[in-house]
């Protein structure tokens, strides 16, 4: 029991509850998922900023342009896709739109929504980044799992994630 007269059972049982499930296998493994992709996110950054001058961020979205149809989608969508709020997006592709890898369009068909797309030098910073990208997320996962464990582990993510999203695909 506690010494401090201002806690008392029912408190001491709520904290031994919560702290209990910091050794439960969900909370284990969530705390290993965000850690993983901390480290993994902050390497791939790194690299991106240093070899092309972009961040992992703005890949990302260069990225989904691209493989979008006509190079172009809703902010709102990108909003969805890249898991950050629509004012996050805004200001995301307010700086990519200055750097000239993207420009916003209006759509002609509802004029509250709008666009962003990939501009030329958009592409082309993609297409520079891009093989080395692919190389750098080779080494960090072959590095430390073989071919069985990423199967696993694509499986078991993409579980997940359909949970939150049923139109997810890598």
Do not use: C
């Not at 690299?47 to 172009?72: C, D, K, M, P, T």
């Not at 709102?76 to 997006?89: E, H, P, T, Y």
Request: charged share 25%; aromatic share 6%.
């Amino acid at each position: 029991m506690s010494t401090d007269p201002a806690v008392g059972p029912a408190a001491e049982t709520a904290v031994t509850a919560l702290t209990s499930g910091v050794d439960a296998p969900t909370f284990r493994v969530w705390l290993s998922l965000v850690h993983a992709y901390g480290h993994l996110s902050k390497s791939l950054d790194r690299a991106l900023a240093r070899e092309f001058g972009i961040s992992l961020v703005w890949f990302e979205l260069l990225a989904r342009l691209n493989s979008a149809a006509e190079g172009r989608l809703r902010l709102s969508r990108l909003s969805q896709d890249l898991v950050v709020s629509k004012a996050s997006v805004t200001k995301l592709v307010d700086r990519m739109e200055r750097a000239g890898l993207v420009r916003r369009e209006s759509a002609p068909e509802d004029r509250r929504a709008v666009y962003a797309v990939l501009t030329p030098d958009g592409r082309a910073a993609l297409a520079e980044a891009l093989p080395q990208q692919v190389r750098n997320v080779r080494q960090a996962f072959s590095e430390r799992l073989d071919g069985e464990q990423l199967d696993s582990l694509e499986t078991l993510l993409d579980t997940v994630v359909r949970g939150f999203d049923p139109d997810w695909r890598p």
